[in-house]
């Protein structure tokens, strides 16, 4: 395996496309074991969503990741990885296999593509194993285009199969720069998608695994990303989240202590109390009645 997406002997020649396999799939239910290709792939979600776990190599670490439609992954040959779909409904794919080849052809070569188009040159020299990319209905044209041209033509080349086939290459680099382009790490940004959603939805019964499918991420590999990048659980952030919340509602609005838990998204009274005690150091109602004569710090703490 190369420690860039695809090999660096295809920049040295005139290399082609060939198509190892293609084919349309819905799985429902099931779990892949690990394997390997010997061809990059193209795992695009059509509809639904499945899991893909890439094992660790040089050029990428470990990475579990829920796909949604229109996302896809580009995944180098040789690399460890496995498909998993669960309980929750079908995901229906389009997958394609393929590597590059020298050959005689009238039409542009990878290593032409790259001397002639500086985003393709950057996705070639991309220093992973893997990508992980979101389509704007642009790249689902070509691929099914191609896919149906290889079915009817038995994968033999002709015309339009080098011409979609160039057009693939050249749509991943444009997503692939534009996601570069954001400038938002994409650990920050399920990071930030995250935090989103429990701002938003902290009010409700909500836990690791919706989060996780808020952000397409799988929620064991959320867990360990949210700890990672900010010092504490998913859990633990939610907790906190809610609480200064709670604290917000006992100083500064006369809602009953009893509903604040349903306010909150603590639906047990006593965990609320218990909870809120553990965090503070008070009782909820303790709380709200010495706000009324004592002064609170800037994150609404009661001062010493």
Known sequence: MSETLFKPEWM???????????????????SMSFHTHDAIEI???ISGQCGIEVEATKAAPACEMTLGKGEFIVLDANIPHRLTVDERGPCRMLNVEFDF????????SMRQLALEDELVA???TEPSSYLFLRDQSDLYPVLKSLVLELDSRGKSVNVRTELLFAQLIVTIARIHHEAKAKGINPANLYMKQAIEYMHHNYDRDIRVKDIAAAVSLHPGYLHRLFRTQQGQSLTGYLTELRMEKAKMLLRETDIAITDICDYVGVGSRQYFHAMFKKYSNQTPIAYRYSVNTQHLDSRGRIEE
């Not at 060939?18 to 819905?26: D, G, L, R, S």
């Not at 080849?101 to 542009?108: M, N, S």
């Open 12 to 30: 040295a020649g005139d290399s082609y496309p060939h198509v190892f396999a293609y084919y349309f799939k819905q799985w429902a239910d099931y």
């Open 43 to 45: 795992m695009y979600v």
């Open 101 to 108: 080849r020298e050959r005689q052809t009238a039409f542009p």
């Open 122 to 124: 950057s996705l070639i």
